[in-house]
T-cell receptor, first 113, second 115 residues
Framework: DQQVKQNSPSLSVQEGRISILNCDYT??????FLWYKKYPAEGPTFLIS?????DKNEDGRFTVFLNKSAKHLSLHIVPSQPGDSAVYFC????????????FGSGTQLTVLP | NAGVTQTPKFQVLKTGQSMTLQCAQD?????MSWYRQDPGMGLRLIHY???????DQGEVPNGYNVSRSTTEDFPLRLLSAAPSQTSVYFC??????????????FGSGTRLTVV
């Protein structure tokens, strides 16, 4: 049973428009959420994170929103650029000494020029 | 500064063969881990280590062995490869503590095919 779900395997967006990637989770113990970006033949790279004590975190063109009651988070990219085309993974972890990451299955974002 | 280095990048094995995937880091991070990425499954944790001499199982440990004799290296061993182990394998290190945000650094991956 996947505890972190990304229900959209792919998303296409026009350059300059907003990209919205969604992620749902089932484990209410998750208190830290991250987004990773992955290009082909490379490892995932950290993009942005949010703690459960916040509902929004911004970093330049990237904003992550967290809705704890709905167990839902989203990543907004504004404006989208062709270089943003990649697979985006949502990940979550719980408090404690282990703090292992649980990943979603990823969403392939394609930004069309 | 190489970060996390994985070798080889590609490997084809026959069923029943053994091999070791290498992972080396030059950041002096205590925590290292191995993930596998399969289509539609995201990344799943195989094994992890919180320091030299200490290893533990993740979500999908069966068929894999690990050891951690140094801080720098964390090899992943497949003793008898099976087609179900065809996957892309990522090694990752981690910084931070339970009281701060953790930061993960991933290697570029090893694509393994078992025929």
């Amino acid at each position: 049973d996947q505890q972190v779900k990304q229900n959209s395997p792919s998303l296409s967006v026009q350059e300059g428009r907003i990209s919205i990637l969604n992620c749902d989770y089932t484990n209410s113990m998750f208190d830290y959420f991250l987004w990773y970006k992955k290009y082909p033949a490379e490892g995932p790279t950290f993009l942005i994170s949010i703690s459960s004590i916040k509902d929004k975190n911004e970093d330049g063109r990237f904003t992550v929103f967290l809705n704890k009651s709905a167990k839902h988070l989203s990543l907004h990219i504004v404006p989208s650029q062709p270089g943003d085309s990649a697979v985006y993974f949502c990940a979550a972890s719980t408090s404690g000494s282990a703090r292992q990451l649980t990943f979603g299955s990823g969403t392939q974002l394609t930004v069309l020029p | 500064n190489a970060g996390v280095t994985q070798t080889p990048k590609f490997q084809v094995l026959k069923t029943g063969q053994s091999m070791t995937l290498q992972c080396a880091q030059d950041m002096n991070h205590e925590y290292m881990s191995w993930y596998r990425q399969d289509p539609g499954m995201g990344l799943r944790l195989i094994h992890y280590s919180v320091g030299a001499g200490i290893t533990d199982q993740g979500e999908v440990p069966n068929g894999y062995n690990v050891s951690r004799s140094t801080t720098e290296d964390f090899p992943l061993r497949l003793l008898s490869a099976a087609p179900s182990q065809t996957s892309v394998y990522f090694c990752a290190t981690r910084t931070g503590t339970r009281y701060t945000n953790y930061g993960y650094t991933f290697g570029s991956g090893t694509r393994l095919t078992v025929v």
